[in-house]
C-alpha cells in the first residue's frame, strides 16, 4: 500500500495556480508552474518564490541544548550568537553525513533551531533524542516542520521586494535571522539561499502561510527550477548527491570540509580528522550533446572507470550540459578531460569547479 504524501499548507494555492505536482521527500509539491525554464530565468533576472515547508524544522532548547546541537554537527555551534546562522553537516559515528543543515541560534534566546532536509525530519528528531538520553544532557527536542510553513524568496530583486514588507530586511546580513512580522504574522525571516543568488527565507505558522505568500510579489517556482539553480551552482541535494545507505559521502568526499571543524567534539570527529578522501565531489561539463544524469558512468579519457553522476541538467543559464559527481581524486583535477557514458555511447567532457554560475558565491 502506497505511503500517503504529507501535503504542504498551500497545497491548494498552487493547484489553483496550475502547477504540476511531484512526489519528493514523502510530500507533494510543486515541480513547475509556469515551465523550468521561465521560473528559473525569473531567479537569475529578478525575482521567485518557492514554497519550501517541505523542509524540516527542530527546535532544541534547554541548558544543554548547545552542547547536544555540538555534538550532533560538524561546526561549530557555540561560535553562534542569538541571530545568527551556519551551514553544517550531521554526521554519524564512521563520518558518513546523515544530512546537510543550516543551524539557527534563535533571535529570542530560545535555543536553537535546525533545519533538515525533507523527508528527514523524524529521523533526525529521534537522532537528537536518542542522543540527548545516551548522553544525559538537559534540552526538550521538538520536530516542529509541521508547525512552520517556509518560503523562499531568491532573486537580486529579493531584498528589494522583502524589503518593501519587512522594513529591516535591508540590513539582515547573510546567515542572519530575525523576528519579524509580514501581513501581521509573526515570523523569523534568514538569510541564506540555495540559488546562488540573494535570498531569504520567511519561516511563518502553518496556519497563516497564504497571507505570508500572498504579501511577497514574485513569480512562483517550484522544485524543477530549484534542481537547475542548484546545479548550477554546485549545492549538493541530500539524497541525490549523498545518501548514508545507497551513496555514503563524508564532508570531504562531499566538497563541503569547511563545515568539519576537528577543534570540536562531535560524533565521527575521530574518524574525520585522519580522514583521506578517495573520491571527490566535482562538476562536470559536456562537449558533445547529451546531459548527464544521476547513476551514469564517468570514465577517463582512456576508457578507465572513474567515478558516477549525482545530478545533472542543461543548464538553462549556460546553454549547456552540466553535472555533479564523485570521481578518483586523482582524475579531479579541473580540466580534466572525460567520457560520460549515456546509454552506452560516451560523450566528452571535462572537470569543471563549480559553481558553473555566479563564480563568487559562497554556499
Request: hydrophobic share 35%; net charge negative.
Amino acid at each position: 500500500m502506497a505511503q500517503e504524501l504529507r501535503q504542504p499548507p498551500l497545497g491548494d494555492v498552487h493547484m489553483d495556480r496550475g502547477a504540476s505536482l511531484t512526489s519528493f521527500g514523502g510530500w507533494e509539491m510543486p515541480v513547475e508552474f509556469e515551465s523550468i525554464k521561465t521560473e528559473h530565468e525569473a531567479v537569475r533576472e529578478s525575482i521567485g518564490k518557492f514554497d519550501v515547508s517541505h523542509m524540516g524544522e527542530i527546535e532544541v532548547r534547554g541548558p544543554d541544548a548547545d552542547e547536544l546541537t555540538q555534538r550532533l554537527t560538524t561546526n561549530d555551534v557555540t561560535a553562534l550568537e542569538p541571530g545568527d546562522g551556519q551551514y553544517s553537516a550531521v554526521t554519524d559515528e564512521r563520518g558518513i553525513m546523515l544530512d546537510d543543515t543550516v543551524v539557527y541560534n534563535r533571535p529570542d534566546d530560545e535555543g536553537y533551531l535546525f533545519v533538515p532536509n525533507a523527508g528527514h525530519d523524524e529521523e533526525l528528531y529521534d537522532h537528537w533524542r536518542s542522543h540527548r538520553e545516551k548522553w544525559d544532557l538537559d534540552c526538550t527536542v521538538a520536530n516542529v516542520t509541521e508547525r512552520y510553513a517556509m518560503i523562499a524568496v531568491q532573486g537580486p530583486e529579493s531584498e528589494a521586494r522583502v524589503g518593501a514588507v519587512i522594513e529591516t530586511a535591508r540590513d539582515l546580513g547573510r546567515f542572519k535571522i530575525q523576528s519579524v512580522s509580514i501581513a501581521g504574522v509573526d515570523c523569523l525571516c534568514s538569510r541564506t539561499g540555495y540559488t546562488g543568488e540573494d535570498g531569504f527565507e520567511l519561516l511563518c505558522p502553518w496556519e497563516d502561510t497564504r497571507a505570508v505568500w500572498d504579501a511577497i510579489d514574485g513569480q512562483p517556482c517550484g522544485l524543477g527550477a530549484r534542481d537547475t539553480l542548484r546545479i548550477e551552482q554546485g549545492f549538493l541535494l541530500s539524497g541525490q548527491d549523498f545518501d548514508p545507505e545507497s551513496n555514503p559521502r563524508t564532508p570531504y568526499e562531499a566538497g563541503i570540509g569547511f563545515v568539519v571543524d576537528t577543534d570540536t567534539q562531535f560524533l565521527g570527529r575521530d574518524v574525520l580528522v585522519d580522514a583521506t578522501p578517495n573520491e571527490q565531489f566535482v562538476g562536470i561539463e559536456l562537449t558533445e550533446r547529451g546531459v548527464p544524469r544521476n547513476g551514469y558512468a564517468v570514465e577517463s579519457a582512456d576508457g578507465t572507470p572513474i567515478g558516477t553522476v549525482t545530478s545533472g541538467t542543461l543548464s538553462p543559464t549556460l546553454g549547456v550540459p552540466i553535472g555533479l559527481g564523485y570521481v578518483s581524486t586523482d582524475h579531479a583535477e579541473p580540466g580534466t578531460e572525460i567520457r560520460v557514458v549515456i546509454r552506452d555511447d560516451r560523450k566528452a567532457g571535462l572537470i569543471k569547479n563549480p559553481p558553473f554560475e555566479h563564480p563568487t558565491v559562497e554556499q
